[in-house]
């Protein structure tokens, strides 16, 4: 692989870990909300839809972690 392309693959990596660092934000924040939730709410659909947000940002967190575990590999920084 050349520099240029290196540089591409690392700067993309770093890209992505600010997103991945925002994702993780909005899902605590989501978290916070299923916790302040009044314990009438909690089991309503508000909650469940509120759960499965939540557990769709971990799954989007995981896949970009595998993304940046991914290039970081191809460029030689493991």
Same mark, same amino acid.
């Given at each position: &692989? $050349?520099? =240029?392309? *290196?540089?591409n #693959?690392?700067? @993309?990596a !770093?890209? =992505?870990?600010? #997103?991945k660092?925002?994702l993780e934000? =909005? *899902?605590? !924040?989501?978290?916070? +909300? &299923?916790?302040n &939730?009044?314990? $009438? #709410?909690?089991?309503?659909e *508000? +909650?469940e839809t509120? !759960?499965? %947000?939540?557990?769709n &940002?971990?799954? %989007?967190?995981?896949? #970009?972690?595998?993304? @940046?575990?991914? @290039? $970081? ?6």
């Open positions: &692989m $050349n520099k =240029l392309r *290196r540089k #693959l690392k700067d @993309i !770093e890209r =992505l870990e600010v #997103l660092d925002e934000t =909005l *899902r605590e !924040e989501e978290g916070d +909300y &299923m916790d &939730m009044p314990e $009438n #709410l909690q089991g309503s *508000r +909650y509120a !759960e499965e %947000a939540a557990s &940002m971990d799954e %989007a967190v995981d896949s #970009l972690e595998a993304a @940046i575990c991914s @290039i $970081n590999e191809a460029t030689g920084e493991e």
